[in-house]
Protein backbone atom coordinates (compact mmCIF):
# COMPACT_ATOMS: atom_id res chain seq x y z
CA UNK A 1 0.00 0.00 0.00
CA UNK A 2 1.43 3.35 -0.77
CA UNK A 3 0.28 6.58 0.94
CA UNK A 4 1.14 10.30 0.73
CA UNK A 5 0.09 12.34 3.46
CA UNK A 6 -0.65 16.23 2.45
CA UNK A 7 -0.91 19.24 4.04
CA UNK A 8 0.44 21.96 5.79
CA UNK A 9 3.56 22.30 7.65
CA UNK A 10 2.05 21.37 11.54
CA UNK A 11 -0.24 19.54 10.27
CA UNK A 12 0.42 16.47 12.33
CA UNK A 13 1.48 14.14 9.09
CA UNK A 14 5.14 13.50 10.59
CA UNK A 15 3.09 11.92 14.06
CA UNK A 16 0.52 9.72 12.25
CA UNK A 17 3.11 8.90 9.28
CA UNK A 18 5.27 7.21 12.15
CA UNK A 19 2.22 5.53 13.74
CA UNK A 20 0.64 4.13 10.35
CA UNK A 21 4.46 2.87 9.16
CA UNK A 22 4.84 1.22 12.44
CA UNK A 23 1.28 -0.36 12.77
CA UNK A 24 1.16 -1.12 8.66
CA UNK A 25 4.55 -2.18 8.39
CA UNK A 26 5.11 0.58 5.86
CA UNK A 27 8.32 2.63 5.45
CA UNK A 28 7.96 6.09 6.22
CA UNK A 29 10.04 8.35 4.03
CA UNK A 30 9.89 11.74 5.19
CA UNK A 31 11.57 14.14 2.85
CA UNK A 32 12.20 16.59 5.75
CA UNK A 33 13.71 14.57 7.71
CA UNK A 34 16.19 12.91 4.98
CA UNK A 35 17.28 16.60 4.57
CA UNK A 36 17.79 17.44 8.10
CA UNK A 37 20.13 14.14 7.77
CA UNK A 38 22.03 15.17 4.73
CA UNK A 39 22.66 18.73 6.56
CA UNK A 40 24.01 16.88 9.40
CA UNK A 41 26.05 14.88 7.62
CA UNK A 42 27.64 17.42 5.38
CA UNK A 43 26.72 15.65 2.12
CA UNK A 44 26.67 17.43 -1.07
CA UNK A 45 22.65 17.16 -0.68
CA UNK A 46 22.95 18.86 2.66
CA UNK A 47 25.18 21.81 1.75
CA UNK A 48 22.79 22.66 -1.32
CA UNK A 49 19.80 21.80 0.98
CA UNK A 50 20.54 23.82 3.60
CA UNK A 51 20.26 27.52 3.29
CA UNK A 52 16.63 26.67 1.71
CA UNK A 53 15.58 24.87 4.46
CA UNK A 54 16.79 27.04 7.11
CA UNK A 55 15.11 30.54 5.25
CA UNK A 56 11.48 28.62 5.11
CA UNK A 57 12.06 27.87 1.45
CA UNK A 58 11.54 24.62 -0.76
CA UNK A 59 14.41 22.79 -1.32
CA UNK A 60 14.84 23.05 -5.20
CA UNK A 61 12.62 20.07 -7.20
CA UNK A 62 15.68 18.08 -8.45
CA UNK A 63 17.27 18.07 -5.20
CA UNK A 64 14.70 16.87 -3.59
CA UNK A 65 13.86 14.33 -6.23
CA UNK A 66 17.68 12.44 -6.32
CA UNK A 67 16.89 11.80 -2.58
CA UNK A 68 13.22 10.05 -3.34
CA UNK A 69 13.73 8.61 -6.73
CA UNK A 70 16.68 6.48 -4.58
CA UNK A 71 14.45 5.55 -1.83
CA UNK A 72 11.61 4.59 -3.65
CA UNK A 73 12.90 2.03 -5.60
CA UNK A 74 14.87 0.33 -3.22
CA UNK A 75 13.44 -3.01 -2.29
CA UNK A 76 13.33 -2.10 1.25
CA UNK A 77 9.35 -1.41 1.19
CA UNK A 78 7.75 -4.64 -0.02
CA UNK A 79 4.31 -3.88 1.85
CA UNK A 80 4.35 -0.08 0.72
CA UNK A 81 5.35 3.10 1.92
CA UNK A 82 3.56 6.36 3.82
CA UNK A 83 5.29 9.49 2.18
CA UNK A 84 5.95 12.63 4.69
CA UNK A 85 6.04 15.89 3.37
CA UNK A 86 6.66 14.23 -0.26
CA UNK A 87 5.54 15.95 -2.91
CA UNK A 88 5.50 19.62 -2.37
CA UNK A 89 5.33 20.88 -6.13
CA UNK A 90 3.68 19.64 -9.30
CA UNK A 91 6.81 18.71 -10.94
CA UNK A 92 7.33 16.40 -7.80
CA UNK A 93 4.01 14.72 -8.26
CA UNK A 94 4.35 14.03 -11.77
CA UNK A 95 7.77 12.71 -11.20
CA UNK A 96 6.23 10.14 -8.32
CA UNK A 97 3.57 9.17 -10.98
CA UNK A 98 6.45 8.58 -12.75
CA UNK A 99 8.75 6.71 -10.94
CA UNK A 100 6.22 4.50 -9.62
CA UNK A 101 4.45 3.69 -12.76
CA UNK A 102 8.35 2.91 -14.27
CA UNK A 103 8.33 -0.06 -11.34
CA UNK A 104 4.96 -1.06 -11.59
CA UNK A 105 3.60 0.35 -8.99
CA UNK A 106 0.60 3.40 -8.38
CA UNK A 107 -0.64 5.48 -5.14
CA UNK A 108 -3.45 3.83 -3.23
CA UNK A 109 -4.58 7.06 -1.46
CA UNK A 110 -3.06 10.47 -0.61
CA UNK A 111 -4.57 12.06 3.28
CA UNK A 112 -5.13 15.38 2.95
CA UNK A 113 -4.90 16.42 6.60
CA UNK A 114 -7.11 19.90 6.77
CA UNK A 115 -6.03 22.37 9.31
CA UNK A 116 -6.34 26.04 9.92
CA UNK A 117 -3.76 28.37 10.02
CA UNK A 118 -3.85 29.48 13.73
CA UNK A 119 -3.93 25.85 14.55
CA UNK A 120 -0.99 24.81 12.43
CA UNK A 121 1.24 28.29 13.59
CA UNK A 122 0.53 27.14 17.49
CA UNK A 123 1.52 23.29 16.63
CA UNK A 124 4.70 24.26 15.08
CA UNK A 125 5.65 27.32 17.75
CA UNK A 126 5.79 24.59 20.85
CA UNK A 127 7.30 21.55 18.38
CA UNK A 128 10.35 19.97 20.32
CA UNK A 129 12.14 17.10 18.21
CA UNK A 130 14.82 14.83 19.87
CA UNK A 131 17.99 15.10 18.09
CA UNK A 132 18.70 11.48 18.43
CA UNK A 133 15.96 10.13 16.66
CA UNK A 134 13.57 12.80 14.94
CA UNK A 135 10.63 11.28 17.28
CA UNK A 136 8.50 14.69 18.07
CA UNK A 137 6.59 16.75 20.98
CA UNK A 138 4.21 19.57 21.85
CA UNK A 139 5.37 21.40 24.86
CA UNK A 140 1.90 21.91 25.70
CA UNK A 141 -0.13 18.98 23.97
CA UNK A 142 2.36 16.34 24.04
CA UNK A 143 4.67 17.02 26.70
CA UNK A 144 7.89 14.12 27.00
CA UNK A 145 7.80 12.41 30.57
CA UNK A 146 10.54 14.55 31.76
CA UNK A 147 11.28 17.60 30.21
CA UNK A 148 13.11 18.38 27.70
CA UNK A 149 14.14 14.67 27.34
CA UNK A 150 12.85 12.13 24.43
CA UNK A 151 10.65 9.31 25.86
CA UNK A 152 11.41 6.77 22.86
CA UNK A 153 15.42 7.24 23.16
CA UNK A 154 16.22 9.50 26.05
CA UNK A 155 17.91 11.75 23.18
CA UNK A 156 17.88 15.66 23.97
CA UNK A 157 14.24 17.46 22.91
CA UNK A 158 15.30 21.00 20.47
CA UNK A 159 13.39 23.52 18.79
CA UNK A 160 13.71 23.61 15.17
CA UNK A 161 15.27 26.69 14.00
CA UNK A 162 12.59 26.60 11.20
CA UNK A 163 10.05 26.13 13.90
CA UNK A 164 10.79 29.51 14.91
CA UNK A 165 8.15 32.12 14.29
CA UNK A 166 9.31 34.27 11.47
CA UNK A 167 10.11 30.84 9.65
CA UNK A 168 7.16 29.61 10.33
CA UNK A 169 4.81 32.47 8.44
CA UNK A 170 7.57 31.80 5.45
CA UNK A 171 6.48 27.91 5.50
CA UNK A 172 2.87 28.54 5.45
CA UNK A 173 3.11 30.80 2.86
CA UNK A 174 5.17 28.72 0.66
CA UNK A 175 2.79 26.01 1.08
CA UNK A 176 -0.13 27.72 -0.23
CA UNK A 177 1.47 29.12 -3.49
CA UNK A 178 3.77 25.79 -4.10
CA UNK A 179 1.75 23.14 -2.54
CA UNK A 180 -1.94 23.82 -1.82
CA UNK A 181 -2.67 23.10 -5.56
CA UNK A 182 -2.16 19.55 -4.86
CA UNK A 183 -5.28 18.87 -3.62
CA UNK A 184 -7.09 19.50 -7.01
CA UNK A 185 -4.26 17.51 -8.89
CA UNK A 186 -5.14 14.45 -6.34
CA UNK A 187 -9.00 14.97 -6.14
CA UNK A 188 -8.75 14.96 -10.37
CA UNK A 189 -7.21 11.80 -9.66
CA UNK A 190 -9.88 10.43 -7.00
CA UNK A 191 -7.30 9.14 -4.77
CA UNK A 192 -7.88 11.95 -2.40
CA UNK A 193 -9.32 11.27 0.91
CA UNK A 194 -9.72 14.38 3.77
CA UNK A 195 -9.08 14.13 7.23
CA UNK A 196 -9.61 16.29 9.74
CA UNK A 197 -6.04 17.18 11.12
CA UNK A 198 -7.12 18.11 14.59
CA UNK A 199 -5.57 17.60 18.40
CA UNK A 200 -7.04 14.41 18.82
CA UNK A 201 -4.42 12.38 17.35
CA UNK A 202 -6.09 8.67 18.03
CA UNK A 203 -9.55 10.28 16.57
CA UNK A 204 -7.22 11.01 13.16
CA UNK A 205 -5.33 7.81 13.22
CA UNK A 206 -8.90 5.60 13.75
CA UNK A 207 -10.09 7.73 10.24
CA UNK A 208 -6.88 6.68 8.70
CA UNK A 209 -7.32 3.40 9.10
CA UNK A 210 -10.59 2.98 8.58
CA UNK A 211 -10.00 4.05 5.65
CA UNK A 212 -6.74 1.89 5.09
CA UNK A 213 -9.46 -1.16 5.61
CA UNK A 214 -11.35 -0.24 2.36
CA UNK A 215 -8.18 -0.84 0.29
CA UNK A 216 -7.24 -4.14 -0.89
CA UNK A 217 -3.63 -5.32 -0.16
CA UNK A 218 -1.04 -4.10 -2.13
CA UNK A 219 0.45 -5.97 -4.73
CA UNK A 220 3.09 -5.60 -6.95
CA UNK A 221 1.67 -3.91 -9.82
CA UNK A 222 2.43 -4.83 -13.55
CA UNK A 223 3.43 -2.11 -15.94
CA UNK A 224 0.44 -1.85 -18.42
CA UNK A 225 -2.51 -1.78 -15.12
CA UNK A 226 -3.85 1.65 -14.85
CA UNK A 227 -2.64 3.86 -12.78
CA UNK A 228 -5.76 4.50 -10.75
CA UNK A 229 -6.61 1.05 -9.90
CA UNK A 230 -10.10 -0.72 -9.32
CA UNK A 231 -10.29 1.11 -5.79
CA UNK A 232 -10.12 4.53 -7.08
CA UNK A 233 -13.67 5.20 -7.05
CA UNK A 234 -13.91 4.96 -3.34
CA UNK A 235 -12.84 8.43 -3.21
CA UNK A 236 -14.47 10.10 -5.74
P1 LIG B 1 9.38 19.21 6.92
O1 LIG B 1 10.13 18.51 8.00
O2 LIG B 1 8.59 18.30 6.05
O3 LIG B 1 8.58 20.38 7.45
O4 LIG B 1 10.50 19.85 5.96
C1 LIG B 1 11.44 20.77 6.43
C2 LIG B 1 12.04 21.54 5.26
O5 LIG B 1 12.70 20.64 4.37
C3 LIG B 1 11.04 22.28 4.39
O6 LIG B 1 10.67 23.55 4.91
C4 LIG B 1 11.81 22.40 3.08
O7 LIG B 1 12.81 23.39 3.16
C5 LIG B 1 12.52 21.04 3.02
N1 LIG B 1 11.69 20.02 2.33
C6 LIG B 1 11.15 18.90 2.88
N2 LIG B 1 10.47 18.20 1.96
C7 LIG B 1 10.59 18.89 0.80
C8 LIG B 1 10.09 18.70 -0.52
N3 LIG B 1 9.33 17.64 -0.84
N4 LIG B 1 10.42 19.63 -1.46
C9 LIG B 1 11.18 20.69 -1.17
N5 LIG B 1 11.67 20.95 0.05
C10 LIG B 1 11.38 20.06 1.04
Known sequence: MNIVFLGPPGAGK????????NTKGLLHIST???LRQAVKDGTSTGVSAKEYMEKGLLVPDDVVL????????SDDHKHGFVLDGFPRTLVQAKALDETLRNIGER??????????????????????????CGANYHVQYIPPLKEGICDKCGGQLYQRTDDKPETIAKRLRVYKEQ????????KRNKVLKEVKGDWDVDKTYRMITKVLETIPKHHRRH??????????????
Open 66 to 73: NIIAERIS
Open 223 to 236: KEESFLGDNSEIYS
Open 32 to 34: GDL
Open 107 to 132: LDVVFYFAVSEDTAIQRLSGRRTCKT
Open 14 to 21: GTQAETIS
Open 179 to 186: TEGLIDYY
